[in-house]
Nanobody
Framework: QVQVVESGGGLVQPGGSLRLSCIAS????????IGWFRQAPGKEREALLC????????DYANSVKGRFTISRDSAKNTVYLQMNSLNPDDTAVYYC????????????????????WGQGTQVTVSS
């Protein structure tokens, strides 16, 4: 029932920052579990960070540890991905996904019927 929409992508120089937004609507539960993923050209989709219904956070990618942060604004039904110190390897389409279960379920069963995905937003890091 939930729908999610990403926004905030664009072109940024190396070392720059972006903040992506994931807005959830049509919520079945108060707070959904929401994860951020990315897919670079020629590569498989990888999980980055996830925030569960209790606002507990799990990180999955060592390559973004210390640079990317996930947070939630419950009043706006929005989850953010703050990305700092960007480098060209961060170039990818970034997606958010939601379910009403756990981060483990969302990451391990990405194509399952319980997951809702956004359309993706392009992030390009280039000088």
């Amino acid at each position: 029932q939930v729908q999610v929409v990403e926004s905030g992508g664009g072109l940024v120089q190396p070392g720059g920052s972006l903040r992506l937004s994931c807005i959830a609507s049509g919520a079945t539960v108060e707070h959904y579990t929401i994860g951020w993923f990315r897919q670079a050209p020629g590569k498989e989709r990888e999980a980055l960070l996830c925030i569960n219904r209790s606002d507990r956070i799990t990180d999955y990618a060592n390559s973004v540890k210390g640079r990317f942060t996930i947070s939630r604004d419950s009043a706006k039904n929005t989850v953010y991905l703050q990305m700092n110190s960007l480098n060209p390897d961060d170039t990818a389409v970034y997606y958010c996904a939601a379910n009403d279960l756990s981060c483990v379920q969302l990451v391990l069963n990405q194509l399952g019927p319980g997951a809702s995905w956004g359309q993706g937003t392009q992030v390009t890091v280039s000088s």
